[in-house]
């Protein structure tokens, strides 16, 4: 079943009111634990990577990873490539076989940021079945190769994001709502729920055309992230968590077995962590049976 159109199974999301985890990935023992967590859950699935991992193995690598893993699981599975402010590189991938595109042009001026995204989104839908994802206003943090400062962060005009999704015809929508990438400094961090409830209204009012995608997943409260959900969000991303997980785990497994040489063991203990994980977000979204 497992290879589909983005656009299709956020739309679905959408109207039931739950979210689908989309999940940053940089190596192979995290898109397995991934999978396999989803196919527990009878979750659809996101698999995410960002620029530098996608860089690091190679989009055909990652490409064909993603194609054994989705073409044996019993559940819908996207590819999608995180946050590219590189129009050429977000052309290759799609030519790799990801199935979901973010041009993150966000940074540029308004009309700059509509060209650049219609040039991808133009791009796509002559290849096929690959949606693509846009966002407007900035989301703060580190991801990847993106960085955003605190101050030169920018939440989303709701009137101009009608017009960004118009005339850029994206498929799946990224506003600013004040979520940021990394851990955040608070427990609560300030976010403009009444923005997104408005953005959600106005584009998604009708019917559901163009799912809303949730930046900056890690660390948010469990309350939180469901109002997210209830108001619209339906693609949820986490990061973060995962590199946290990975890098932790592995060091703690390294620290109790110092006479062991064996990868296959932190492997595993690394897996079984990021499934831990997984369970947790799914459970939290509303995805588990969705599939
Ligand atoms: P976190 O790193 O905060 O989970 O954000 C993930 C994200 O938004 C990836 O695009």
């Known amino acids: 079943m497992a290879i589909v159109d983005a656009k299709e199974m956020l739309l679905k999301a959408t109207a039931e009111r739950y979210a689908v985890g989309a999940f940053n990935c940089t190596n192979l ?3 397995e634990a991934v999978v396999e967590a989803a ?3 009878k979750a659809p699935l ?11 193995l190679s989009p055909a690598v990652i490409g064909v990873i993603y194609k054994t893993l989705a073409q044996s699981a019993p559940i819908p599975i996207c590819l999608h490539l995180d946050h590219c402010s590189d129009v050429q590189f977000c052309k290759l991938c799609a030519d790799a076989g990801y199935t979901n595109i973010m041009i993150d042009a966000s940074k540029q001026e308004f009309s700059e940021n509509i060209r650049q995204t219609k040039e991808v989104v133009d791009y ?6 690959i949606s693509v994802e846009g966002e407007l206003g900035t989301v703060s943090g580190v991801e990847d190769q993106v960085k955003v400062a ?6 989303c005009d709701p009137q101009q994001a009608m017009a960004f999704v118009e005339q850029t015809g994206i498929d799946i929508f990224a506003p600013a709502i004040g979520t940021a990438h990394g851990v955040y400094k608070t427990k609560d961090p300030r976010l403009d729920f ?3 409830k408005k953005i959600a209204e106005m584009i998604n009012g009708q019917k559901p055309r163009v799912p809303l995608v949730i930046h900056g997943g890690t660390g948010l409260q469990p309350d939180v992230v469901k109002k997210l959900v209830s108001l619209g969000g339906s693609k949820y991303n986490v990061s973060t968590d995962l590199k946290h997980t990975l890098i932790d785990t592995t060091y703690a497994y390294i620290s109790d077995h110092r ?3 064996n990868p296959g063991k932190i492997d595993a203990s690394v897996k079984e962590a990021i499934k831990g994980r997984i369970s947790y977000w799914i459970g939290l979204l509303g995805s588990a049976g969705k599939a």
């Open 150 to 155: 605190e101050d030169e962060a920018q939440l």
């Open 124 to 129: 796509c839908h002559r290849l096929g079945n």
């Open 29 to 31: 023992i995290q898109m």
């Open 46 to 56: 996101i698999l995410q990577a960002s620029v530098a991992p996608s860089k690091f």
């Open 39 to 41: 196919v527990e859950l």
């Open 259 to 261: 006479q062991e040489y």
């Open 194 to 196: 009444d923005r997104l």
